[in-house]
C-alpha cells in the first residue's frame, strides 16, 4: 500500500538557521510528491511539487525539496528560516488506492521557529 | 487565480441541529473534495466529486450529506452530528481526480458540536 511516512513530529529551529524536513515514501509506480504547509487554523497551501524531470524542485517561500528514488525520500529544505515559516508541513503522494486517486498523506511536521 | 472559499469560517451547532458548509471555486476544476481534520492530524479524506458526480465516499456516516449542485459548488450538509464530529473541515479542488493534479485547499471551517 502507498504510504508517506514523516519522522519527526516537531522540529525546533532558531530564524535565520537551516531547515531540513524529512518525508519517505512507499509507492510502486511513478511518485507524484507534494509538499504543503498549514498555519494555525488555516487550510493547505502547496509549497512545491515533484512528478518528472530534475530531482531538485524550487518552490514558493524560498523553499526546496530534493527526490531520490533510491531513497524513497523527497526532503524539504529552506537554507534560512524565518519566524513566519513556523506552521505544520505535510508531505504527500499522489496514489491510486482501491480504483481510486488520491492523495495519501504523512502525519505532518510541526515546525517551531525560536526567534 | 487559486482560491477556494469556505463559509461559514466557525459554526458551533448542537447535535439535533442541521446546517450546511459550502465551498466554491472559480477556476474551472471538475473535481472537488471534502476533507475532515482534527487537532494535530493529517487532513483525512471523506468525499472526492468528479464531474458533478460523487465517485468517492470513504466510508462516512450518514449524518454528513455531500451536495454538488453544479460544477463550481460543493455542500456539506449536517444532521445530527455527535460531538467527535468537532473537527476542522477543509474542502479542495483539482482539475480532474487525477493523483497528477494538484489539490487546492480552501481555508476550512472550524465546527464545533456541542
Known amino acids: 500500500a502507498q504510504s508517506v511516512t514523516q519522522p519527526d513530529i516537531h522540529i525546533t529551529v532558531s530564524e535565520g538557521a537551516s531547515l531540513e524536513l524529512r518525508c519517505n515514501y512507499s509507492?510502486?509506480?511513478?511518485?507524484?510528491l507534494f509538499w504543503y504547509v498549514q498555519s494555525p487554523g488555516q487550510g493547505l497551501q502547496l509549497l512545491l511539487k515533484y512528478f518528472s524531470g530534475d530531482t531538485l524542485v524550487q518552490g514558493i517561500k524560498g523553499f526546496e525539496a530534493e527526490f531520490k528514488r533510491s531513497q524513497s525520500s523527497f526532503n524539504l529544505r529552506k537554507p534560512s528560516v524565518h519566524w513566519s515559516d513556523a506552521a505544520e508541513y505535510f508531505c504527500?503522494?499522489?496514489?491510486?488506492?482501491?480504483?481510486?486517486?488520491?492523495?495519501?498523506f504523512g502525519k505532518g511536521t510541526k515546525l517551531t521557529v525560536n526567534p | 487565480d487559486t482560491e477556494v472559499t469556505q463559509t461559514p469560517k466557525h459554526l458551533v451547532m448542537g447535535m439535533t441541529n442541521k446546517k450546511s458548509l459550502k465551498c466554491e471555486q472559480h477556476?474551472?476544476?471538475?473535481?472537488m473534495y471534502w476533507y475532515k481534520q482534527k487537532a494535530k492530524k493529517p487532513p483525512e479524506l471523506m468525499f472526492v466529486?468528479?464531474?458533478?458526480?460523487?465517485?468517492i465516499n470513504e466510508s462516512v456516516p450518514s449524518r454528513f450529506s455531500p451536495e454538488c449542485p453544479n460544477s463550481s459548488l460543493l455542500n456539506l450538509h449536517l444532521h445530527a452530528l455527535q460531538p467527535e464530529d468537532s473537527a476542522l473541515y477543509l474542502c479542495a479542488s483539482s482539475q480532474a481526480p487525477r493523483r497528477t493534479d494538484t489539490q487546492y485547499f480552501g481555508p476550512g471551517t472550524r465546527l464545533t458540536v456541542l
Open positions: 477556476m474551472g476544476h471538475r473535481a
Open positions: 504527500a503522494v499522489g496514489a491510486s488506492q482501491g480504483g481510486s486517486e488520491k492523495l495519501v
Open positions: 466529486y468528479s464531474y458533478e458526480k460523487l465517485s
Open positions: 509507492y510502486g509506480a511513478t511518485p507524484y
